[in-house]
C-alpha cells in the first residue's frame, strides 16, 4: 500500500505553483484550429479498425441557477425548452459520429456532465439514452462504469429511479459546502438534507459508486466551518470524494465577478483548510489518489493505484483510459488513438454547425511522438507516484537521462528538497511530495515555458 502523505508546510510553499491539471498531455491550452473533421474521421477508422474499446462523454449545458464559483461552459436558463433543439442536434452528432465506428465496440464508460444534466426532463432523458444505445453498443449487463452528475436541487427519488433504470449506476453530487453563509455568497443554496436524500435513494437502488464534490477557498469559508462541512460529509461515507481548489479568476470566468475577493480567505487559511480536510478524511479511513481525489480502499481507483493500472483522462483518474474517448455535445472534447479534439464552445455555433450536417469539431491536436512520451511519463508520476525509466525506454527507444538531460538539474533540486527520490533507474514521489506532483510533472512539459500560467489553477 502507498504510504500516507505527509504534510510540509515549506515544500508547499516553495512548490506551490499554478499549472496544468494533466487531464491530457498536451493541454488542451496547445489545441489549435488546424485539426478538424478530417481529422477525426481518420481516427474514428482507425478506432473501428483496431475494434477499441469506447468511453462516451456527453455535455449538458443547461442550469436553471447561476453558481458564481463556476468555470463550466454552461448556459443559464429557466426556460426548459432550450434543450429541445440542444437534443436534436446532439442526436444528430451521435448519429454522425457512430456511423463511422463499428457496432462491436463496446461502450464500457459513459458520463453526463455539465451544466446539470438532470436539467433534462424524464422524457428527454429516456430519449437520448435510447437514442444511445440505437447508435453505440451500450452494455446492458451493468458491468459498463456509467455514471451521471447530480445536482440534488434538481434531483429526487423518483429521478434516481429513472437514472438507475437507464443504466447508470454512479453519481457524482456537487456540493461544495454546507454553511448557509458560504452558499448565499456563492450562490448556491443546498441543504443537508437534499444531499441525504439523493444518497439515499442511490444506495436503496444500488448505484454503485457515490462521488461528492467540495470547494475549498470559497467566500466566507474559515478553517473551522469548512471542517465541520468535511464532517457531515464524511458521516454521508461517499466512495469518492474530490476537493478542490477554488481558483479565482474573474477576468476569464463572468460569473465569479460577482464573488466579493475581499470575503475570500487568505492563502494560509486555504493551506489550513486543506491540510485538516486530508487529516479528517485519512482518519475516516479514505486514501489520497492524488490531485484532489480521495476514495476509500476498496473503491476501484484505490485498487488500480495499488495495483499500478490506474490512468487519467479528460474525465480525470479512470481505470478505462485504454478506451478511446468520444466527447459528445458542445464544448465536449475527445480522445481516440493520438488525436485530441474539441467541439464548438458555442452553442448557437454547434448547434447551426449540426444543423448544416457538419461534425462541430473546431480545434484539436495530433500528438508527436515527444508528446507521446511525456505524455507516459506524465501518466505514471500522476497515477502512480512513480516512473521507472526502463519502461519508457523501452517503449519509445530511447536512454532516459539522456532524451531528459537538460532537465537533470531540476530533478536533483527537487530530491535535494525531499519531493522526490532520483536515482539512475526511477523517480518516486515521496510522500512530502505526493500533494505537489503536479510540480513534479511540469518538468517533463516541453509547452510550459510558452504558456501564460495565469490560464491555470495553483497546486495548492
Known amino acids: 500500500m502507498l504510504d500516507a502523505i505527509r504534510w510540509d508546510s515549506d515544500l508547499i510553499r516553495r512548490y506551490d505553483l499554478a499549472g496544468p491539471r494533466y487531464t491530457s498531455y498536451p493541454t488542451a491550452v496547445q489545441f489549435n484550429s488546424q485539426v478538424g473533421t478530417f481529422d477525426l474521421f481518420h481516427a474514428l477508422r482507425d478506432s473501428r479498425k483496431a475494434l477499441r474499446p469506447l468511453s462516451l462523454y456527453v455535455h449538458v449545458p443547461f442550469c436553471a441557477n447561476i453558481c458564481y464559483y463556476c468555470a463550466c461552459n454552461k448556459v443559464i436558463t429557466k426556460d426548459r425548452g432550450r434543450a429541445l433543439p440542444y437534443l436534436q442536434r446532439l442526436e444528430q452528432e451521435i448519429q454522425l459520429i457512430a456511423c463511422h465506428l463499428d457496432p462491436a465496440q463496446k461502450v464500457e464508460q459513459l458520463h453526463f456532465g455539465g451544466g446539470t444534466p438532470t436539467f433534462l426532463s424524464h422524457d428527454e432523458l429516456r430519449q437520448l439514452m435510447a437514442h444511445l444505445r440505437k447508435h453505440f453498443n451500450l452494455l446492458d449487463d451493468d458491468s459498463g462504469d456509467y455514471g451521471i452528475e447530480i445536482d440534488p436541487r434538481e434531483a429526487d427519488w423518483s429521478t434516481m429511479g429513472l437514472l438507475r433504470e437507464l443504466g447508470f449506476n454512479r453519481v457524482s453530487i456537487g456540493l461544495q459546502d454546507l454553511d448557509p453563509a458560504v452558499q448565499r455568497a456563492v450562490n448556491r443554496l443546498q441543504s443537508l438534507e437534499e444531499t ?11 448505484f454503485r459508486s457515490i462521488n461528492i464534490d467540495l470547494i ?23 466512495d469518492r470524494l474530490s476537493v478542490f481548489n477554488y481558483a479565482h479568476l474573474p ?22 483548510m486543506l491540510q485538516r480536510t486530508i487529516e479528517q478524511l485519512t482518519a475516516a479511513g479514505y486514501r489520497y489518489i492524488g490531485m ?9 481507483l484505490a485498487i488500480a493505484q495499488e495495483e499500478e493500472t490506474l490512468q487519467r483522462n479528460f474525465q480525470g483518474y479512470t481505470t478505462h483510459g485504454h478506451c478511446d474517448l468520444i466527447g459528445l455535445g458542445v464544448s465536449a472534447i475527445s480522445q481516440i488513438g493520438d488525436l485530441y479534439c474539441q467541439n464548438s464552445s458555442d452553442l448557437n455555433e454547434y448547434q447551426n454547425t449540426l444543423a448544416a450536417a457538419q461534425l462541430a469539431t473546431s480545434r484539436g491536436l495530433v500528438c508527436n511522438t515527444d508528446d507521446r512520451l511525456r505524455r ?42 525531499g519531493l ?25 512539459d516541453a509547452y510550459l515555458e510558452q504558456q501564460n500560467r495565469q490560464r491555470f489553477s495553483r497546486v495548492i
Open 196 to 206: 441525504r436524500a439523493v444518497i439515499d435513494a442511490a444506495r436503496t437502488l444500488q
Open 376 to 417: 507516459a511519463v506524465i501518466q505514471q508520476l500522476i497515477c502512480n507516484f512513480s516512473l521507472e525509466f526502463a519502461e519508457i525506454e523501452q517503449m519509445f527507444n530511447i536512454d532516459f537521462q539522456g532524451y531528459f538531460g537538460a532537465l537533470w538539474p531540476q530533478l536533483q533540486g527537487m530530491a535535494s528538497d
Open 420 to 444: 522526490i527520490t532520483l536515482d539512475r533507474e526511477r523517480i518516486e514521489v515521496l510522500p512530502a511530495g505526493r500533494l505537489l506532483v503536479r510540480s513534479v510533472c511540469m518538468v517533463f
Open 216 to 238: 475549498y477557498g470559497l467566500p466566507k469559508q474559515t478553517p473551522d466551518n469548512f471542517a465541520r462541512t468535511v464532517e457531515e460529509v464524511i458521516s454521508l461515507q461517499p
Open 292 to 300: 484532489d481525489h480521495f476514495a476509500l480502499p476498496d473503491d476501484e
Open 251 to 272: 477576468e476569464r470566468f463572468m460569473p465569479q465577478r460577482r464573488i466579493n475577493g475581499n470575503e475570500l480567505p487568505s492563502p494560509t487559511q486555504k493551506l489550513e
